[in-house]
């Protein structure tokens, strides 16, 4: 469906527009939001292609923490309805705590177009998100929060399916941690951060052990010109309070840690060429939960990134 400039500006004002206090946290991604049957525009090739692609996502975390982390993005299609896909992020954190780099969280997933007609398009995607690490970097050997680490220091399985109907994208994914705690060592009240007085704006996350998720993405498709525009919601539902180690050594259930996020999301993309694909996501969160101690929270993201076909 055809549509003007006004519906641009509606998009992003939606993005934009959101309650200055909902930008401590949300707009949040374990991994299973961009698997490729339940991402944004999922289902819009005429069959699976391979490709490469270079996705440069940057955030906002915790008390102001910058997140960047260009990711390479490998996808073979295996026959013209089923797809493997590969990524490899490399993460960089800054904040007041410190700085941190490394590559983060592998993530490979298969993908298998289940129905397809004109008008309709059944997808199913089972992949796994593979901890790099234990979460447990430091600096100058004191425990960093979760915001800072390259990695969850779990694997994961992610599980999703989406419908495409005309214009319409409905999709619901699943996220289970499969290896328990992390290896995470930070504490607010550790004695190795006496003293410092941005400590207390992080959560903690002493062998910290998620819960699961459950997303909906629901989204619309508009043309303008060469340009494609999806816009939509992306509810995410955190199945339980997730839990850490105190100083003790007692499982603490951290209170707030369960509930939903509801972000709001713009995709852009521009076919460049006829193999070549400019992209432009942003996302920021309309409802928030109380915490986030798994490091994911943003204030909003934004990604530019660039597609090559073949």
């Excluded at 680490?149 to 941690?177: E, P, V």
Aim: aromatic share 8%; proline share 5%; charged share 15%.
């Amino acid at each position: 469906m055809k549509t003007g400039l006004s519906t641009v500006l509606f998009a992003l004002l939606l993005i934009f527009g959101i309650n200055i206090n909902a930008s401590a946290q949300g707009c949040s991604d374990a991994g299973i939001c961009t698997a490729p049957s339940v991402s944004s525009g999922a289902g819009e090739e005429d069959g699976f292609n391979s490709s490469i692609s270079l996705e440069l996502p940057y955030g906002i975390g915790d008390d102001g923490v910058s997140i960047f982390s260009p990711t390479l993005v490998g996808t073979y299609a295996i026959s013209p309805k089923t797809i493997a896909q590969i990524k490899l992020p490399f993460v960089f954190a800054s904040g007041n705590l410190g700085s941190v780099s490394g590559l983060g969280d592998i993530t490979t997933s298969l993908t298998r177009e289940l129905i397809s007609n004109t008008d309709y398009k059944l997808m199913a995607t089972v992949g796994v998100r593979i901890g790099v690490n234990n979460a447990d970097a430091t600096e100058n050997n004191k425990p960093l929060p979760m915001v800072y680490q390259t990695s969850l220091g779990t694997t994961d399985l992610l599980l999703g399916i989406s419908a495409k109907y005309k214009a319409w994208l409905f999709a619901l994914g699943y996220q289970q941690n499969l290896t328990g705690e992390n290896g995470n060592e930070f504490l607010m009240n550790s004695p190795a951060w006496v003293g410092n007085e941005h400590v207390s704006e992080y959560p903690d996350s002493r062998m910290l052990n998620r819960k699961p998720d459950l997303m909906i993405r629901i989204e619309r498709k508009f043309e303008i010109g060469k340009l494609n525009l999806y816009a939509g919601l992306l509810p995410i539902f955190h199945l339980g309070e997730d839990e850490y180690l105190d100083m003790e050594g007692n499982n603490m259930k951290i209170e707030g840690s369960s509930g939903l996020t509801l972000n709001a999301n713009v995709n852009l993309r521009y076919r460049m060429a006829d193999n070549i694909d400019l992209g432009l996501n942003i996302g920021a969160p309309l409802i928030v939960r109380e915490t986030r101690p798994d490091g994911l929270t943003r204030a909003f993201v934004i990604s530019p990134s660039i597609k090559f076909l073949f």
